[in-house]
């Protein structure tokens, strides 16, 4: 029988919660302080993502497969357990909110390009319909779900994305060396806000844990995934670098999109939304399972309802805002200060499992 | 005799129930002429039972051996039994103190002809008939496998239906074959005559809308299917085997890419497939790009469209649900006509129906394209539950499209995708291999690879692939 969670499904997950995470509407926040040094940022950026990957792995690696599965890496590897609980409760609220963040995200996205009129509240309900009908089948489905859809969309975008190329000046790359270090430095903490998708390991690299004993190949997976959904980062800083230069590129709120509308005389938006689409509805699919997961862990209800109640708040956290500016101004303390305690927690955790020196599975 | 009028008694029957006295062995033969080959009731049982009669019933079995030269006989004192047996076409010989069973079957049965659904230009012309033995044999004279299990159930409290399930023991995962034996004796019916209705029974998710086994005619694709570590159900009067587990790559293959090159093979497969997107998509995303995003077609192309609709009165998705309705309409009458009958009405309602509507100013040239294009597209799916689920989700995806556009599109066809993919069949997932992401088992799927490719069986069905592995260990070992 084929395993549902194995390697390349690994990688994929990886590759969807790391890229879905950050929607690209940082490029111009980036473009606007460094210019063309973007890439100082970005290398920063893969250079803490990879050994994040590569901490959240060593420790799964310290799980016990012989225990029970647990919500997330907290509860298996926390002797204390208000502690787990407090953190689990916090990865909850932080998933929810993210979830809510993205569909805002894509749902003005679908306002700017295609439907300009139609309410936020029904393209939001009737978005939620996917991962309802998801969560009744376990993360299996979910996992099915992410992982079909992703070749023919990952294709799809690639080919779109290069044929961006078609008006490119190369020359817009220059100067590569930063001209202001000082600018470099000053954008380094905003990486934290392309993180959020790490928090995601935590809950799902346990259950692959669970599922499968080959272990051995866990971490080139991951960083498969990581550096795969890197690169498609790096290819759409290229080509907004490279059509409008950093000046202008600072200047558009959806770089890579008007990149794909100034080909072939506008038409390309709408279809180039698709992929886009596809991407936030997987990484919308992930956080809302995994606010799930951690519900139904502790409340050892597996129902519908309680499906139903999470996306319900999703919906409501999509809403409430006024415009996608105050999505992110509204919700950014709450987000940083839920990430500031998990990520610690979680290098806390791995400093004192390498501490102990914990007997490793192979 | 008390005995005969037992038996009578317990069938309720008399039009075709014969009676018939054996005056010089003092017995009754009791048998259903319609179902029971009349030339072996009187050459193989009444001549013998005149010329040498029984003596006493306790030598009644050595008796029946030497003098009845008959297959299958059977001596019982069950009146139930005895009954059962007259049903399936046996002859009844009632002493005083028993009966002795003789299977005398007769029942007229259809010779083997190529399945009309389910043409194939290169593989084998002969398809399943009414008759479970007819299947079975076309079965055991291709697959000579001492590992065939044939495993007989029976349902129906009135029809008393055989059913089989047809495995071969070292292939089929044991898991599935326990699962499926677990749902066939859920099975509690008064009546099954078809695989179909069996099916419902069995299915995993009974509400959705796509087929979660495979039928079949053809007993070349069923063989291709037990040899996948698949499992076939053979139904006693229904000429379609169900193929389980089914995954929905299993409902665009057919034995005929088999029998090709790789690649007339890949190609044909992915015509099917463009067919697939043809049928599903080519409406909704006519109004899409008319409605709603008509930047997306070239401007010459745009203007000529908009001139076909000029002076149409119905709003384009109106036009378009009423064609397709129309074509529905032709099919359905097609199927149930007399099939020359049906033929012509095709054509007529197809061409003459079209033309009229366009001439009448229903509806625009374009959109008659589009719906030929449409119904052309689910003709090309070989299977013929998978095109009608696939020719019905056009409805709402065309309400979904003219709401929402393009995105409408896009958001019903994610919206059926989850479904596929919490879908399962017999506890494999609906979209294996994809959702796997197994590829090794991808070359067997949109496209066909060269066989030497596909060494490996397809872990696809859940099937163990350990000789596969032999093979190719021993192979290197020299």
Known sequence: MLKQRNRNAMAILTFEAVLGSGLFEWVPAWLDRVHTAIWVPFAAYVLVAAVLSLLIVDLIRALDPQKAPSATVFDALMRTRWLSAAINGLMLVAFLIYAGIALRTAIHLIKYIALPYTPVLVLAVLWMLIPLQLFSGGFDTVLRFEVALFWPTLIVAIIMLLLCLEVSDLANLLPVWPTDWGAVARTLPQLLYLLPGWMLFAVYLPLFRDASRHLGSMRLMVLTGFLSAAALQALNIGIVLVDFGPYEGATLNWPIVEAVRIQQEGRWPVLFLLPILVAVSSVINLYAYAAYRIVVCYTRIRSMWVAALLLAIVIILCVIPESLKYVFSGYAPVLELAEAIIYAALLGLWIRTKMKGRPRCS | ?478
């Open chain 2, 1 to 478: 005799m008390r005995s005969t009028q037992l038996v009578l008694k317990h069938m309720r029957t008399a039009y075709d129930v014969v009676v018939r006295p054996v005056p010089t062995s003092g017995v009754e033969i009791v048998y259903i002429s319609s179902i029971v080959d009349l030339t072996r009731v009187e050459e193989r049982l009444l001549k013998p039972l005149t010329m040498n009669p029984l003596g006493r019933w306790k030598d009644v079995e050595k008796w029946a051996q030497s003098t009845l030269q008959l297959g299958e006989v059977q001596v019982t004192r069950d009146v139930e039994t005895t009954v059962t047996k007259l049903f399936d076409g046996h002859a009844v010989i009632c002493f005083p103190k028993g009966y002795v069973v003789v299977n005398v079957q007769g029942l007229q049965r259809r010779t083997p002809e190529e399945p009309a659904a389910e043409m194939s230009i290169r593989g084998p012309r002969d398809g399943f008939t009414e008759s479970l033995d007819t299947n079975v044999s076309q079965i055991r004279s291709r697959l000579r496998d001492r590992k065939l299990v044939l495993q007989t159930f029976e349902f129906g409290t009135r029809t008393k239906t055989k059913v089989l399930l047809v495995y071969l023991e070292d292939l089929a995962n044991p898991g599935i074959v326990e699962e499926a034996v677990r749902r066939l004796q859920r099975v509690q019916v008064d009546g099954l005559l078809d695989s179909g209705a069996l099916e419902q029974w069995i299915e995993d998710n009974p509400w959705s809308p796509y087929p979660q086994l495979q039928s079949t005619e053809r007993p070349d694709k069923t063989i291709s299917a037990l040899l996948e570590g698949r499992l076939a159900i053979l139904v006693d009067g229904s000429p379609f085997a169900l193929l389980a587990p089914a995954v929905m790559v299993s409902f665009f293959q057919t034995s005929d890419d088999y029998s090709q090159r790789w690649f007339s093979g890949s190609a044909i497969r992915f015509v099917r497939i463009f067919a697939l997107v043809l049928s599903i998509f080519s409406p909704s995303l006519y109004i899409a790009f008319t409605m709603y995003n008509p930047e997306l077609l070239p401007v010459n192309l745009l203007l000529q469209l908009a001139a076909t609709r000029e002076g149409i009165p119905l709003p384009i998705v109106f036009e378009a649900a009423f064609m397709e309705f129309m074509v529905e309409l032709v099919r359905e009458a097609g199927n149930r006509m007399p099939q020359q009958m049906g033929q012509s009405f095709s054509v007529v309602g197809g061409l003459v129906l079209g033309d009229i509507a366009v001439q009448a100013g229903i509806v625009s040239p374009m959109m008659v394209v589009v719906v030929g294009l449409t119904a052309l597209g689910a003709f090309a799916i070989p299977n013929y539950e998978a095109a009608f689920v696939t020719r019905m989700i056009r409805f709402p995806m065309l309400m979904a499209t003219s709401v929402f556009g393009i995105l409408g599109t896009l958001g019903f066809a994610l919206l059926v995708f989850a479904h596929l993919s919490a879908l399962k069949s017999f506890g494999i997932p609906y979209l294996t291999p994809f959702a796997q992401v197994a590829y090794v088992d991808w070359s067997d799927t949109l496209l066909k690879s060269p066989t030497q490719w596909s060494e490996l069986r397809p872990a696809t069905y859940g099937s163990p692939r350990g000789w596969m592995r032999r093979r190719r260990y021993q192979r290197r070992r020299g």
